[in-house]
């Protein structure tokens, strides 16, 4: 079966992080998000726009990077299609119980090692009275704490082949590319592609990881969709010492208001700032930017991305690289200090 | 067939006006549609990142209204079988030979006798070279004149029976009721009803039409995405001498960035301003509002809707109501005085 | 001698509240100002980027008001200078101790009777080492909590006859009057006057009280400098139950763009989101508004001014007019439940 | 005399370009300045609030560069008392007949060698009826072309010694200095200074000229003082041919938001989307940024200041600059190929 409409969004998203008192200190304090839950190591966090129990899982481990994605599908007979077509093309990894707010997964990974899993039973968020909002369509009250952002937006891997990496997306789960990076001089070979099950202009995107690293996570995106909260994000990441790598700027593929920083932990988060291209067209034919002539891809301002870490790091760092993020320690510094 | 994934998306709209030089004015020296075709009585204009070859079709008349409704499918097939679909639902009215930059076409009424057509052959719309964008996502390069938005958002259609018109639009073609208004101390009667084919908040809206008039036009919405657009546009709107009902703020239905104007012909025309809330869950449950509790629902700011005009007025105007738009003469005088 | 450049600016105010708590929660966790002491009945605060120890005091009180506004002046001996000069009106109230981080005062009264002081001697705020900002030119670091304000921007007075108030302050402390509003067809009383030491579009209005009341506060303003925040602000005040007069909009006069809520202790506060008009000709000339024809001049959008309120309300309230504002017992709750 | 209270403000500029249709493309097609005369060589050109007949004046010349800069005194008799200062200071060029809507001037040079010019008598500017605003304050309806900034702000001059450049403009036209850079490590030379005769963060900066050249412009800015216009700004100059040397981003120093940009003529000017910190203390003492510690100065977000233009182009460019700016063709294409 056609795979186009099987699959609605991306749903949650766990990271690791090495440093748990600065990450934390960064999802709560500096963007306001809410705790809902700890068990074991992890603290399970959420926007107030997100609709159901968590977005975020943040897990201690020895090293940064991404541990699982959730992404929901359209019903629940879509994802046990889903389910079959993944372990038809090798990359299934069974049935789990779930999570916390989380029904039965089924588990897989993407061609490039990325762990993944698929759901339809989800918890739906219900705040406590003292939380309801009266605009009936936000789950839960603005925090007063921090810069919030509303919901998870997307995010962005790193992978050693962009082109099998895209193909497996499209083909088994019905991702639409919207739009591509091709090194024309170079033999065309894709540098990266931005993709989505629905109208955003991206949920997953890919860049190749020139590192020859697998599996590793470029960012993870919160949204704003208000582009003076990017402004507003870095004056705070200025002030409380959050390294920012770019932005606020906004990128010529996606049409997407960025501002890249680290997380204490050595994450690479984005806090999105617009709504981006929103691709009404059912029939979209992908647009192609040649690697050679890519400024505007990069940024419609002024900006620039720096070529020491931009498109090279990734998380789990490799050897050599967590020397290039500074917020690690500086956060777990501003987390002492700041009561 | 379960039309649930058989629509894409509003594709373009005809509106009628009695004064074609004041309309022409509004929409390409203020707003800064381009033009792109004239034909009979009629004018074409576009957005410059709408994907077709125009979105709005200005049309002389006795009276302003709204004279077509354009809905693109999610597929050729998908066309076929709506149109099926809507003969069986009594409400078809036969193919068309299309228009300018639209194919073949199904036409058909609402229930409350909106004219409307499905469309799959659309001509996409191609720049000439001086007015393509190195933004590859944007057809055109943003406007130099007035105002521009990027396209075509949504429509605000009146009816006398919002539930006849909202369980048509969900059972034959696929919408999801994201919000509704409910007279709950009146009986439970619907007031309002907000709809669409895909994230958007709302695509096609539905609101009671209190003077028992049928098949009028609420508003055509165009879309900024930019929060200070609204009150710029506001600005503009002040200075050149356009009637502004109500905004710049945001309702608490669809948390969408509104701006209301009368255009000279006197047709109600929205500018919004955000991208309003984006239902990425697949199994969203309508939210209904008690209009005994709307405050919100209305605005999140201290905005107003005037009764006079915002609950009544709709075009073609009944008797009586052209008196309430001064936009019509004021508007005529600005485009012969502004060169 | 031509008193033209002996006042600087607007300093200090002290508000009175019967509702302390909901104040404090107002000032503090909804707009995230900083507590720098307590003393008796009084609660010293101070937005980031204010220049001085504080620029807010709230002192305990039986009903909401204004206790005291201080203008610094530009020399010590400017301060007097224009103390004689007011000696000299019938108008000084003699020197004064000063306050926690002011010096000595010489105090006077408005003609309506409203309570100031000039002030020379102000400690400067030296931010504590975790709370200075890299952003030089900035007192300490934006807070995490709440949306905070800037500065102290300026203070709106009812008076009973405003060309009395207007000339004294023109006369005796060198302001300009950058915009008035005039009952032309009612034989030009002057029923607004908008004023400053400075190029500021205003730090003083002085608006007509319609009751006969003398010495009442209108509104003390706060400034965010960026539009956005005020539609921020109109959100967190909304959801926490905090209630809008009017606005986000922009006045035609003085251009600034406005919210305007009343804190839980009864008085109302303006968030200004702009910078409004700079006047910065040395030789401007006043600008009048016929209030006949007054539309603009109250908004540059829809917005509309609650005649049941904003024309009439200022504190303290006379009798009758408590009922109006309904955020006293709100903000009560709220304080109550939001941890 | 005490010079401190007069200057009023920078009130206009002349330009030279060796671009005269790019540069007036530039400035009326994309920024909607209206052209309010022509004399010889020269435009006279208006921002839509500007307060007098222009506020620059565009030249056509063999290079790039300031012509003149004139400040508007605060009285007729402080304009005397500083031309008596300037030629005492053996600055003094005389005085001249004035040119279209100015007055008599007298003419002096910065000890650098900027041309520049004091004046009382101005032509306020009267808008024609059908460019009258109905927001009083505001000299003219805002343009329907382009993206109009509302007035001129400042200017930054490079200079040969900033620290005597700097003195002068303190000690004869008593400016103050609001904040410097200064190169501890090498020896504490001052490498920029902002400056301004009133209560904005700086009306002129003065930035040391690595090339040795003297008299060189760095920048003249306009004013949108709306943030988001910043990012417009930007979106029009990618789109339309305009390069973009930095921003939008926020100067540490200053606080002020920024896009530089060069106009076809080779000119870099500034577009300015906030009012930067506003400096009410009368009593402000000078912050000092170290050149070594520096970042949060050049940008609160993560803007860079490209070294190969930023900090040695200004104009006239020195041998070899020309290539560094690719504007003037690209303008003039552009102004050739949009209609």
Not at 80 to 95: F, I, K, P
Not at 96 to 113: I, M, N, Q, W, Y
Not at 289 to 314: K, M, N, Q, R, S
Request: glycine share 10%; net charge negative.
């Amino acid at each position: 079966m056609n795979p186009r409409f099987e699959l609605a969004h991306l749903a949650h998203a766990e990271l690791l992080t090495p440093n748990m008192e600065g990450t934390l200190w960064f999802f709560t304090e500096l963007l306001g998000m809410r705790e809902v839950a700890r068990q074991g190591d992890s603290v399970y966090l959420r926007c107030y726009e997100d609709p159901y129990h968590h977005s975020l899982k943040v897990t201690a481990a020895d090293a940064p990077g991404l541990a699982n994605l959730g992404w929901r599908t359209t019903s629940a007979d879509a994802l046990e299609r889903r389910a079959d077509a993944l372990d038809r093309a090798g990359l299934g990894r069974g049935w789990t119980k779930g999570d916390l707010g989380v029904g039965r997964t089924f588990a897989f990974e993407s061609p490039d090692g990325h762990p993944m899993e698929l759901v339809w039973d989800v918890e739906k968020y219900l705040a406590p009275p003292e939380l309801r909002s009266p605009i009936l369509t936000r789950r839960s009250k603005r925090p007063l704490q921090g810069l919030p952002p509303r919901r998870l937006d997307h995010v962005n891997l790193m992978a050693s082949d962009v082109t099998v990496q895209k193909e497996m997306f499209e083909q088994t789960l019905g991702f639409g590319t919207r739009e591509r990076v091709v090194d024309v001089a170079g033999g065309g070979t894709e540098i990266g592609a931005w993709m989505s099950v629905n109208i955003l202009g991206h949920e997953m995107a890919i860049m190749a990881d020139s590192t020859g690293s697998r599996g590793r996570l470029h960012h993870l995106a919160f949204w704003y969709g208000v582009p003076q909260h990017n402004t507003d994000a870095a004056e705070l990441c200025r002030e409380y010492g959050v390294q920012i790598e770019a932005g606020p700027d906004i990128h010529g593929i996606t049409q997407g208001a960025f501002l890249y920083v680290f997380e204490p932990g050595g994450n690479r988060i984005e806090l999105f700032g617009n709504s981006g291209i929103l691709e009404l067209e059912p029939d979209f034919e992908t647009v192609t930017w040649d690697l050679a002539d890519f400024d505007t891809g990069i940024a419609i301002g002024g900006a620039t991305l720096p070529a020491e870490t931009y498109f090279v790091y990734g998380t789990p760092p490799v050897a050599g690289q967590e020397s290039l993020i500074t917020a690690s320690e500086i956060g777990t510094r501003v987390a002492a200090t700041v009561a």
